[in-house]
C-alpha cells in the first residue's frame, strides 16, 4: 500500500507542477497580449491626435481655389511686365550704341 501512495502522490506533484507550468504561461500570454494592446492603444492615440491637425477636405479645396487666384494673378503680372522688358531692351541698347 506504501508503494501505491507514494505512486499516487509521485503522480500528483507531477500534475501539480504541470498544472503550474501551464497557469504561468497562460498568465505570460495575457501579460504579452495586455503589453500589445497597450502599445496599440498608444499608436492609435498618436495617430488620433496627428489626425485632429491635418487640414479637412473644407481646407483644402479652398486653398485649391486660392492657388488658382494666384495663378491668375501671376499670369496677369507676367504679361504686364512683357512690355516693360522690350522698353528696357530697347533703352539698353540705345544706351550700349551712343557710347
Same mark, same amino acid.
Given at each position: 500500500?506504501?508503494? +501505491?501512495?507514494?505512486?499516487?502522490? +509521485?503522480?500528483? %506533484?507531477?500534475? #501539480?507542477? @504541470?498544472?503550474?507550468?501551464?497557469? /504561468?504561461?497562460? $498568465?505570460?500570454?495575457?501579460?504579452? *497580449? $495586455?503589453?500589445?494592446? &497597450? ?5 492609435? /492615440?498618436? #495617430? =488620433? =491626435?496627428?489626425?485632429? &491637425?491635418?487640414?479637412? &477636405?473644407?481646407?483644402? *479645396? ?5 492657388? %488658382? $487666384?494666384?495663378?491668375?494673378?501671376? /499670369? @496677369?503680372?507676367?504679361?504686364? #511686365? $512683357? ?17
Amino acid at each position: 500500500m506504501t508503494e +501505491e501512495l507514494r505512486f499516487i502522490v +509521485e503522480i500528483g %506533484k507531477w500534475l #501539480l507542477t @504541470g498544472a503550474i507550468g501551464i497557469y /504561468a504561461w497562460i $498568465a505570460n500570454r495575457q501579460s504579452a *497580449n $495586455a503589453k500589445e494592446v &497597450h502599445e496599440l492603444t498608444l499608436r492609435v /492615440a498618436t #495617430l =488620433e =491626435e496627428q489626425m485632429r &491637425h491635418l487640414p479637412d &477636405h473644407e481646407v483644402v *479645396n479652398d486653398l485649391g481655389g486660392d492657388m %488658382k $487666384a494666384v495663378k491668375a494673378e501671376l /499670369a @496677369g503680372i507676367r504679361e504686364s #511686365l $512683357a512690355p516693360l522688358a522690350r522698353s528696357i531692351d530697347r533703352v539698353n541698347d540705345y544706351l550700349l550704341r551712343q557710347k
